[in-house]
């Protein structure tokens, strides 16, 4: 059993930063791409961001490109969403997930391709 926990939301104003965290454990975290999702209200879940197994590799939503950064720390079985320049646009949960394909060679946004989720994490960005 996989478990995803995430921290680091909050309230910020725009142009403000935060950086959300995501702590995996019950598989080798090392052979997994994660990705970080959100929800607005209303709204579908959408793909913000993944990083593949090896870190070596990353992709962004248009939407965040230039904005957000994704980063993993394998030793620690940790990954990150750096969340710079923001705004009441990118007001919403924000969930971690990890692939369900060992090792895959590319990076997909896919909701159905990630496997497991965390409970999420809320970012509220004011104007």
């Known amino acids: 059993q996989v478990q995803l926990v995430e921290s680091g939301g909050g309230l910020v104003q725009a142009g403000g930063s935060l950086r959300l965290s995501c702590a995996a454990s019950g598989r080798t975290f090392s052979s997994y791409a994660m990705g970080w999702f959100r929800q607005a209200p209303g709204k579908e879940r959408e793909f913000v961001a993944a990083?593949?197994?090896?870190?070596?590799?990353?992709h962004y939503a248009d939407s965040v490109k230039g904005r957000f950064t994704i980063s993993r720390d394998n030793a620690k079985n940790m990954v990150y969403l750096q969340l710079n320049s923001l705004k009441p646009e990118d007001t919403a949960v924000y969930y971690c997930a990890s692939d369900r394909v060992y090792r895959r060679s590319g990076l997909t946004g896919r909701t159905q391709e990630y496997e497991y989720w965390g409970q999420g994490t809320q970012v509220t960005v004011s104007s």
């Open positions: 990083i593949g197994w090896s870190g070596g590799r990353t």
